[in-house]
Nanobody
């Protein structure tokens, strides 16, 4: 069982910023690519951003390109999502996981962007 603990969500006004954190344990963290997902009410869970094990490569969904930045610190078993220029459409529960073969899901962290 892999443990995934997301944090950093909250209520923010449109145009503002948040930084999400995810700490992963129960696996050899540095061997895995990791990703952020989000799920809004009534919508499917979508991949937001991913990063390779060494931080050499990263990718983003079209809706967040230029606004969000994914990073990781392998010494801390943590992955981060810096979210800038937030929009109401970014409102969702945000989760970390792998971009390919999924682990179990954590509780996620709620991000609410107000107009």
């Amino acid at each position: 069982q892999v443990q995934l603990v997301e944090s950093g969500g909250g209520l923010v006004q449109a145009g503002g910023s948040l930084r999400l954190s995810c700490t992963i344990s129960g696996t050899t963290f540095n061997l895995h690519a990791v990703a952020w997902y989000r799920q809004a009410p009534g919508k499917q869970r979508e991949l937001v951003a991913s990063i390779s094990s060494s931080s050499r490569s990263s990718g983003y969904g079209d809706s967040v390109k230029g606004r969000f930045t994914i990073s990781r610190d392998n010494a801390k078993n943590s992955v981060y999502l810096q979210m800038n220029s937030l929009k109401v459409e970014d409102t969702a529960v945000y989760y970390c996981n792998r971009p390919n073969a999924l682990w179990n899901w954590g509780q996620g962290t709620q991000v609410t962007v107000s107009s």
